[in-house]
C-alpha cells in the first residue's frame, strides 16, 4: 500500500484507482453471477429429480 505521505497524490492516480476499483468489481460481479445461475441449475436438476 503507499503511504500516503511519501508522495502527493495527482489526478492520474485517482483515475488509474478507480480503474482499477471498476476491473474488480466488474469481475467479482462476474463471478457472483456465475455462481447464482449454476447454483440455480442445481437447484432446477434437484427439483427435477426429486419428483421422481
Not at 500500500?1 to 492520474?12: E, F, K, N, Q
Not at 476491473?23 to 429429480?49: K, N, T
Request: proline share 6%; net charge positive; charged share 25%.
Amino acid at each position: 500500500m503507499i503511504d500516503p505521505g511519501s508522495r502527493p497524490v495527482d489526478g492520474a492516480m485517482i483515475e488509474q484507482a478507480e480503474a482499477n476499483l471498476t476491473v474488480f468489481l466488474a469481475q467479482a460481479a462476474e463471478r457472483v453471477l456465475r455462481l447464482a445461475r449454476r447454483g440455480a441449475g442445481q437447484r432446477q436438476d434437484q427439483a427435477r429429480v426429486v419428483p421422481g
